[in-house]
RNA sequence: GCCAUUGUAGCUCAGUGGUAGAGCACUUCCUUGGUAAGGAAGAGGUCGUGAGUUCGAUUCUCAUCAACGGCUCCA
């Protein structure tokens, strides 16, 4: 007999070599149909395998991450086989799960597959699925393991085996599909009740872009097909929030093929929000001590050289202009021109922290496979600041900028986000990074003793510095589940050095200062593209290119609504009448499509009270006031940047 | 940059080897209506661009540009 203990603390005893399925059944049958995989002794292991020890046990079912998981991994497998019948001789590398599903990566030995293929796909999984195939898990040894996919004549599988021992090697089987999997899986195939094939892609093998394009298919499946529908519903909902398709509606911003792939042109609502952004920026910075300077856009060849970025980002700027026997490349970063203006004017310790702050305008000639929407494009709008310090001042200045983040989350209502800590990978030290290794650790030490003095939740990622020093990343997730880097706080110990930057210290020697690099709010582009995703286009007040509309019932009262504009404008009220001839059901409707905040509704009744009728986005009617009391509570929501 | 898909009116989309349609938006007229769509008429496209096949191409083929979905990349 061997002891089980649950998550509740109970513990029981059971015949040795019983599975959690086993288990599962002997408390209730509608327990066992649910169950897909288990937790044994935090392991997570198939729920039909036998256990010979005592272990602490939980049962995994779609409610938890791991269960979820297995079921997606199982899904890839029976996708697999789906494949198999339909493609002769396809080889399979690698299928694992994903956030929102699972997917295989496949060598169709130069066959294609198309959309048509996957509703086949679809249905014959399906058929499977209905046979209730179990997943069979066998131990075997490597040489058998080689033997079988030599014969096979399956390279990818092969190449998987070189990593791994004897011992640790499995097959999985389900129907007339075996697998190389480390597993775990879940009971049978007739769990997977509704299935959806949702993509082709090309992915390079291994991910490295040297490497044969493999065929990807990304497929999702769930235990019941109300799950899938509901799946589809939000993917519904998410594409009306997608910050291409709000910022046409809205009229915020534009491509066109003339102007060129990855540059947006700012309509005039976008630009009201740009210049609300830079008002914000602009006030937090005065408040932090940082001057606001203006650069170039472009510069000679010979400053990216001395700043070192030439050799690491050549490619991926746009190509230099050559005039008088000189190049001049367009700014793809605005720190060496910062680093010039610490040198126009000679610096005393008594001079930092010295901060310059622009709102700068780069370029960078970003592949053409990454450019998306706002979110990534070639001209940009960046929060840009460089803060030039001291070691002893390094702490608080860092801090001060974590600060700024978070008061600016705060503003936004930014409540999920991870500081990702980057580090360098020493084995690449003067290809990817600076050779610099002392000072790579005593910069990443000064970071992360920053973090862990201000008690801020973060996490480690090796290999994602910048060349010239560690960084924190600040990764934020859109209503939609968009995942990106919003904004970026850089150590930088080279640079500094390059450009030969000094100030007089106490002791009258010269000393190159620390510099950080900052942008909490990132770029224009990507921050606005976040922000109409995340207020799916219903800005704040404070925001909104258009804050009221007024709205006459008839245009009999066109006169009034004309005075109430000018009250709107004189306080500074972004305003507009809707003087057509039409309904005031049609207005109101208009208006609120437009997701603009307040509408002031106003006819027989309010011209003789002297009123206005409030009517918000979303909310309805709010009743009448004074054109002044609504100015003046306006124009608070407005001053306080309130969120909701 | 690589793999796949898509490109028709301002927007969303239908359609065809014989030079194109709907809804919304737009213009004009009628209507002056009290909290999410009043009515009528009209204007608007050399079907992304270039070449080829064909008597004839928006439709088929190729190339190219762009967008979208991934991969790789992101100072």
Redesign the pocket.
């Known amino acids: 007999m061997i002891k089980i203990t649950f998550p509740d603390g109970a513990v029981r005893e059971y015949e040795t070599g019983i599975s959690a399925l086993q288990i599962a059944r002997s408390i209730s049958e509608g327990l066992a149909k649910k169950v897909l995989a288990a937790s044994v002794n935090g392991q997570v292991w198939d729920a039909g395998r036998p256990i010979y020890q005592d272990a602490s046990l939980k049962l995994l079912t779609w409610g938890d991450t791991e269960g979820k998981s297995t079921f997606w991994h199982s899904s890839a497998h029976l996708m697999a086989e789906a494949v198999e019948s339909l493609f002769e001789g396809v080889k399979f590398w690698v299928g694992p799960p994903v956030e929102n599903g699972f997917?295989y990566d496949m060598d169709l030995g130069g066959k294609?597959m198309?959309?048509e293929d996957l509703r086949k796909l679809e249905v014959k999984m399906t058929e499977l699925a209905r046979q209730q195939e179990a997943f069979q898990r066998k131990e075997i040894s490597k040489a058998d393991a080689i033997q079988y996919f030599t014969e096979k004549g399956d390279e990818y599988k092969l190449d998987l085996l070189q990593n791994l021992q004897d011992g640790e090697i499995t097959f999985y089987t389900q129907g007339q599909f075996t697998d190389l999997c480390r597993g775990p899986h879940i009971p049978h195939t007739g769990l997977i009740k509704a299935i959806r094939l949702?993509?082709?892609?090309?992915?390079?093998w291994k991910?490295?872009?040297r490497n044969k394009?493999l065929?990807?298919v990304?497929g999702v499946t769930f235990p019941s097909q109300k799950e899938l529908d509901e799946y589809l519903a939000l993917l519904e909902e998410a594409k009306k929030r997608?910050h291409?398709?709000l910022g046409?509606?809205l009229g915020i911003f534009t491509?066109d093929?003339d102007i060129?792939?990855?540059l947006p042109l700012w309509l005039p609502n976008g630009t009201i929000i740009i210049e609300e952004l830079e008002k914000l920026a602009k006030q937090t910075e005065e408040k932090g001590g940082y001057k606001r300077v203006v650069t170039p856009h472009i510069a000679k060849e010979n400053l990216y050289l001395t700043s070192g970025?030439l050799p690491?980002?050549q490619d991926?700027?746009y190509p230099p202009m050559e005039l008088d026997g000189v190049k001049y490349y367009l700014k793809?970063?605005n720190?060496p021109h910062h680093h010039k203006i610490f040198a126009a004017e000679q610096k005393s310790y008594k001079d930092l922290p010295f901060r310059l702050a622009e709102y700068g305008t780069c370029y960078?000639?970003?592949?053409?496979?990454?450019?998306?929407?706002l979110m990534?494009v070639r001209c940009l709008h960046m929060n840009d600041a460089h803060i030039y310090c001291t070691k002893e001042q390094f702490y608080e200045e860092f801090k001060a900028v974590n600060d700024m983040y978070l008061k600016y989350f705060k503003i936004f209502g930014i409540g999920k986000y991870v500081m990702r800590l980057s580090l360098h990978e020493p084995s690449k030290l003067g290809k990817?990074y600076v050779d610099e290794p002392a000072l790579w650790k005593e910069t990443e030490a000064l970071v992360r003793d920053v973090l862990i003095r201000t008690n801020t939740p973060f996490v480690e990622v090796p290999d994602?510095a910048?060349?010239?020093g560690p960084?924190i990343?600040v990764q934020i997730w859109s209503t939609i589940g968009r995942e990106f880097?919003l904004a970026?706080n850089?150590v930088d110990f080279a640079q500094g050095r390059r450009f030969k930057l000094e100030f007089t210290n106490r002791d009258n020697q010269a000393e190159t200062p620390l510099i950080i690099?900052r942008a909490p709010l990132g770029t224009h582009e990507r921050f606005i593209g976040f922000l109409l995703e995340h207020y799916a286009g219903k800005f704040p007040l404070w925001l909104a290119p258009v804050q009221v509309k007024i709205l006459?019932?008839?245009?009999?009262f066109l006169e009034y609504a004309q005075t109430l504009l000018q009250s709107l404008k004189n306080a500074d009220i972004r305003a507009e009448i809707d003087d057509?001839?039409?309904?005031?059901?049609?207005k109101?409707?208009?208006t609120?499509?437009a997701k603009i905040p307040y509408?002031l509704?106003?006819?027989?009744?309010?011209?003789a009270e002297n009123l206005v009728?409030l009517?918000k986005?979303?909310k309805?009617?709010l009743g009448k006031r004074t054109i002044e009391e609504f100015i003046r509570d306006a124009r608070q929501e407005i001053s306080d940047r309130r969120g909701e």
Do not use: W
């Open positions: 997917y294609q198309t959309e949702t993509n082709i892609a090309g992915a390079y991910g490295d872009e394009m065929t990807r990304y997608d291409r398709k046409k509606e491509m093929d060129g792939p990855g970025h690491y980002y991926s700027m793809a970063m720190c960078r000639y970003e592949q053409s496979g990454e450019l998306f929407g990534r990817k994602e910048a060349f010239y960084k990343d880097t970026t850089q690099h006459p019932i008839s245009d009999k057509r001839s039409e309904k005031i059901g049609k109101i409707r208009d609120e499509l509408m509704v106003i006819g027989e009744k309010e011209v009728s009517r986005q979303g309805g009617d």
